[in-house]
């Protein structure tokens, strides 16, 4: 059987411009040699993001909702942020917007999975954590904007993956993180059964 795996390939880039400088990430405009010709590729130049899958003693998971404007929807989502602290290690990243999010710490940490969130229009991965042994953060974060009315919910993780089979929850890093945790726990208990 073929190993599946994602190839770099690195076309000569003729030009790379800035189109907009925004607060979170730039917008750019790429011209590629590509075949026998030149395309233009425009993208979101981001950052990277970190998304963290905390299960309880019981195999519930930690969901939060929260309004996203770009959609028009307060979303169930995984606690996630960005890795916009210059140098900041993904799991280091992962561990603070948990506890800055929903006020949760964890003893036990894994890398789940790594995905591209939106390969044609943005350059975004995101790193999705395991994180288990829960308990409440020393201190509480005050939330503002978006994130001051967050609902947070533990919700049995079968039912948050039935939820995205359904159709009934949308969000890409969610759905990626409740199959990729579910799977990895179905594989585990198999292993140790």
């Known amino acids: 059987m073929t190993q599946l795996q994602d190839e770099p390939f690195a076309p000569e880039v003729i030009s790379s411009d800035l189109i907009h400088n925004g ?10 040699r590509y075949g026998d010709g030149e395309i233009v590729r425009e993208y979101v130049a981001h950052t990277g993001a970190v998304a963290i899958v905390a299960l309880d003693e019981d195999d519930r998971v930690l969901l939060i909702q929260q309004y ?18 210059p140098g ?7 561990r603070r917007e948990l506890a800055e999010e929903t006020d949760i710490t964890a003893e036990n940490w894994e ?3 790594s995905s591209w969130t939106t ?28 994130e001051a009315d967050i609902r947070v919910e533990w919700v049995p993780l079968a039912e948050a993956a039935d939820a995205v089979l359904a ?27």
């Open 88 to 94: 900041e290690d993904p799991l280091c990243a992962a």
């Open 68 to 85: 996203r404007h770009p959609i028009r929807h307060r979303d169930w989502e995984l606690p996630a942020g960005l890795l916009d602290v």
């Open 167 to 193: 159709g009934r929850m949308h969000n890409g890093i969610l759905s990626i993180g409740v199959l990729a945790a579910e799977r990895r726990l179905r594989l585990q208990r198999h292993d140790k059964g």
């Open 23 to 32: 607060w979170v990430w730039d917008v750019r405009s790429d011209r590629i």
């Open 119 to 146: 390969p044609g229009g943005n350059d975004e991965m995101i790193h999705v954590f395991l994180a288990t042994g829960i308990s409440a953060a020393e201190v509480a974060h005050a939330r503002e904007a978006e």
């Open 111 to 113: 890398h789940l999975v």
